[in-house]
């Protein structure tokens, strides 16, 4: 039988998503959107990277892809109204405890549910808010089933800033039961997605040349997508951000259809932005674990010039190479912000 999926209804009809690779600051991003009016405390949305990736390999088909992802984001959004699924684990960046607005939640608890939400979100408007990893060189779906009122932003970042955090996941996540994102098998061998096309390269390569062959490979497939829609999609730097956040947030709360709060100049404040220099952010144990440092540099010229040359020491010509490229790449996308 030939049929297409659908829904009866939509409930989410106002969204947005921070997308980015891991290490370029979508939790603080995340933190200071989290405090917009009518946004809510940010979800992971593993499922919906799920589908965005299986798409770009042809294993589902986009029309199926957009309608689950549409479904999912129902999905949330209607458990979310009733604090269903919700992270209530204290130390958790995504924890209602670290919401400026935590009350809401566990008002929601006990409040009325099931029936009484599609009213409630009717005349609250909330806005979903996702944050995804590295799904913006795979977007195609999720694009499609954005209307107006939803937002896809790609946060991009200074690749040297980075190589630490996924050089901790290289180490620490491939091969494990903690790790979850998409595998395929060859020949009875196990690889991460992003190994897909040099699995021989990335076998032998060591955890920092795993961290840029990897940045590589998703900027190149970013590089390569259908330029997405200017109503549904916003790309700025961390680096814009941390130095010059209002215009940002302007754009953003246009887009949306809302606005800042006092809560937003109180959470710039917490995340320290503006700030002089790049890495002197918030001192969190969670950054710590994946090898975050407060630099002594007095500039960031000088800051980036040491990082530099410890991404570069040790590593193989062809790894500088993919580094270079990558630092060329971010190099021309400042440019085109700056237009």
Known sequence: MDFKLDRPQKLCNKAVIVDGLPGCGKTMLSAVISSIDRVELFQYAND?????ILNY???????????MISSKMDYMLYNLMMSREVNFR??????????????????????KGDQAVPELI??????????????SAFSKPLINCLNENMLLINFHRNPLYMIKQNMWNMENLIDSNRDFSLYYNIKK????YYFYGQEEKMMTASSKEKAIFFLEWIRKIDNQREINPASNYYELTFESFVKKPDKHLKEICKRLGTKITNQTLKVLKREKIPRKILSHGRNLSIYRRVSWEKTNAKSNSEEIDKLYKWVTKGISAEAKNALNWLMNDYEKFTKKELK
Request: aromatic share 14%; with cysteine.
């Open 48 to 52: 919906i990277e799920t589908y965005c």
């Open 57 to 67: 390999f042809k294993k589902i088909e986009t029309q199926i892809a957009s309608k």
């Open 90 to 111: 204290y130390s958790d960046l995504s924890s209602v405890f670290k919401s400026h607005n935590k009350i809401k939640y566990f008002r929601r608890l006990f409040a």
């Open 122 to 135: 009717d005349k609250e408007k909330p806005i979903l808010h996702l944050v995804t990893h590295c799904i």
């Open 189 to 192: 061998k196990k690889y991460p």
